[in-house]
């Protein structure tokens, strides 16, 4: 359980999970989890990942095990997680690393990739948007004046359910991973996910495309709704080094649902970037 403490911010913990042969002295993987969640998301991608790479699941401040910023405000911000994930990986020791990014995870990816090229590797997006469209915010606020409002009411894990079943999963998902998800989620501090929201609400990577230039790979459901669709269409305009894979899914939530499947793409794609082989006799 590594925390990483700085004088005057906050303390910020990630598990690193390391199954690599010690001689190697192979790349460290970030995955980045988004709204509302933790490093805990990731646990069932870590056994096709960590053999080869060491894995590293940070909990964003004010989430997981990380601590919560004293001021919301003023402590909750994109440019806050930028320098937090420029401060893990400086002591992961400076080098370059992977990064996969889900969601809001994917987002501050590619403002980092565009910010900081010389820190990365490659970059994965799973799910992420470009921007939280309107149509998402009115249904986050399922039937309350807007999404902040519905988490003031219903609470972190009731809004949770209800996004469960809103978005994230389709009809026949395992009653136990629905239920684990919104429990996982709902232990996360209302105020936390209200001030979350407003930036989520707020961020566009957009005006970063253009400077990425790390080879960069999206996984998107292949039967997503138009708006994201044309979010792809912005990516791809928007990114040089851009690969799209498609999984046959309509739902937000694929790092869930189709873990094996996904991992193994980002596992491949590290290791054609590095030129080293992911298989074993």
């Not at 999970?17 to 995955?31: C, E, G, Q, S």
């Not at 910023?69 to 909750?76: A, I, K």
């Not at 939280?132 to 902040?148: K, L, S, V, Y």
């Not at 991973?177 to 232990?187: C, H």
Request: charged share 20%; net charge neutral.
């Amino acid at each position: 359980m590594p925390l990483l403490k700085r004088t005057g911010q906050p303390t910020l913990h990630y598990a690193l999970d390391d199954f690599t042969d010690p001689w190697r002295n192979a790349p460290y993987l970030i995955l980045q989890h988004g709204y509302g969640r933790s490093g805990k998301f990731w646990y069932s991608w870590v056994p096709y990942l960590s053999r080869f790479y060491r894995v590293v699941r940070p909990d964003l401040r004010g989430l997981g095990h990380s601590e919560v910023p004293t001021d919301l405000e003023t402590g909750l911000n994109v440019a806050a997680y930028i320098d937090d994930l420029v401060a893990i990986i400086d002591a992961l020791g400076g080098g370059a690393v992977h990064y996969c990014g889900e969601s809001l995870g994917g987002i501050l990816g590619m403002v980092l990739a565009a910010e900081h090229p010389k820190k990365l590797r490659t970059l994965s997006l799973v799910a992420a948007p470009v921007l939280i469209n309107r149509d998402t915010q009115e249904t986050f606020a399922f039937g309350h004046p807007n999404w902040q409002e519905a988490l003031r009411v219903m609470g972190s894990r009731a809004w949770a359910e209800a996004a469960n079943s809103a978005t994230r999963f389709p009809a026949g998902t395992d009653p136990g991973l629905l239920s684990w998800y919104a429990d996982e989620m709902g232990a996360s501090s209302v105020d936390v996910l209200i001030r979350m929201s407003r930036i989520a609400s707020g961020v566009d990577a957009t005006p970063f495309l253009e400077r990425i230039r790390t080879p960069t790979l999206g996984l998107y459901p292949s039967h997503a709704p138009v708006t994201i669709q044309s979010q792809e269409q912005t990516l791809r305009r928007g990114i040089a080094a851009l690969k799209i894979v498609h999984v046959p899914s309509r739902h937000h939530t694929i790092q869930n649902s189709l873990p094996a499947t996904l991992a193994r793409q980002v596992l491949y794609f590290a290791a054609q970037n590095d030129g080293v082989s992911c298989e074993e006799p």
